[in-house]
C-alpha cells in the first residue's frame, strides 16, 4: 500500500473524537453494515490481528522506520498497557489500528475487516462507530459543558449512552454543566473519557491518558478507564511511558524499536487504586 502524504493528525482538527458527520442516511448505513460481522464470528475471534506491520516515513533520502514488521492480537474485553520509549513506534501502532494513518506494508485485521485496504471514508466510519479516542491533552469544546461536550459524540452515534450516563460512570455525575474552565485536569481528562465510551465503541485507544496528571490525579483517570473496561466489555489499549500502569492490564506490551520486546500476561491486575508513581 503507497506511503500516504504526511500531515498533521486528523485528531487535532476533530473535535468529536475523530468522528466526521454522516452522509445521507441510506448511504451511511449500507456502509456502516459493510463493516459490521455476524455476532457470532465476532466473540471467537480477535478484534484486532496484526501481521508483519511496518511503517517508513520518508523525507527526500532520508528513511525513518517507526514499525519493523509488528505482530500483535487483542480480544474482545481486553485491557492491554503498552510501554516504550519515545520513538518506539507504540504511538504510531496506535494511529494504524485507530484508522488515523496507515501501513508501509502489513496487515491490520479490524474482526475481519483490514484496514489497510479501506477507502478514506470507510475509515471514517470505522472510527465513528466502533473507536473511542483519549489522547494526553483533552480536545475540549472551552464554550462547552461537560454534557455538552459528550453530546458531540451522541448526537451522531448509532446506539449512544446518555451523556449523563457516561459522565456517572467516570464519576463526574455532579458536574455536568460545568465548563471546561471549571473542571480541574483530572475532570477534564475523565470528561474525555466519558465523551470516547459514550458510543459504546468495541475498542478504546488511549495515547498517555495521565502523561499530564500527577499521581492522585491520573488514579482517577485510570479508575474510570477500568470502570469502562469491565462495565461495557470496551477492548482498551494504553500506551505510556508510565511502567507503574502496566499492573492494572491483563497484558502488557513492551515496544522497542520499531518492534514487540515482550508481551506478558498479568496473572493478578491490580485495582488502579494500588498504583502510585
Known amino acids: ?13 476533530e473535535a468529536s473524537g475523530g468522528m466526521a458527520m454522516p452522509a445521507a442516511c441510506g448511504e451511511a448505513r449500507s456502509e456502516r453494515e459493510a ?8 466473540n471467537q475471534q480477535p478484534v484486532f490481528r496484526i501481521a508483519g506491520l511496518a511503517k517508513v516515513y520518508r ?12 505482530d500483535f492480537e487483542a480480544r474482545a474485553g481486553e485491557f492491554v498497557v503498552i510501554l516504550g520509549p519515545s520513538g518506539s513506534g507504540k504511538s ?20 475481519d475487516h483490514d484496514l489497510t485496504r479501506m477507502s478514506e ?64 485536569g483530572g475532570e477534564q481528562q475523565r470528561v474525555a473519557i466519558a465523551r470516547a465510551i459514550a458510543k459504546r465503541p468495541d475498542v478504546l485507544l488511549c495515547d498517555e491518558p495521565t502523561g499530564a496528571l500527577d499521581s492522585r ?24 511511558h508510565n511502567a507503574a500502569i502496566q499492573d492494572i492490564a491483563d497484558r502488557v506490551v513492551r515496544f522497542a524499536d520499531g518492534r514487540i520486546a515482550s508481551s506478558i500476561r498479568n496473572e493478578r491486575r491490580r485495582a488502579a487504586s494500588e498504583v502510585s508513581w
Open 217 to 240: 490525579t491520573g488514579i482517577r483517570v485510570l479508575e474510570a478507564l477500568t470502570a469502562s473496561n469491565a462495565e461495557l466489555g470496551t477492548t482498551t489499549i494504553v500506551i505510556t
Open 35 to 42: 463493516l459490521e460481522p455476524m455476532a457470532a464470528e465476532a
Open 1 to 13: 500500500m503507497p506511503v500516504k502524504a504526511q500531515g498533521r493528525p486528523r485528531w487535532l482538527s
Open 92 to 111: 504510531t501502532f496506535l494511529n494504524i489500528i485507530g484508522g488515523l494513518d496507515s501501513p508501509t506494508s502489513g496487515e491490520a485485521w479490524f474482526k
Open 121 to 184: 471514508r470507510e475509515l471514517t466510519l470505522y472510527r465513528r462507530d466502533h473507536v473511542g479516542f483519549v489522547f494526553q491533552f483533552y480536545n475540549l469544546v472551552p464554550s462547552l459543558t461537560a454534557r455538552e461536550n459528550v453530546q458531540l459524540v451522541t448526537e451522531i452515534a448509532r446506539n449512544p449512552m446518555r451523556p449523563e450516563d457516561a459522565l456517572g460512570l467516570v464519576d463526574l455525575g455532579n458536574r455536568l454543566d460545568h465548563f471546561p474552565a471549571e473542571l480541574s
Open 59 to 70: 523525507s527526500g533520502d532520508v528513511e525513518v522506520h517507526a514499525l519493523r514488521g509488528v
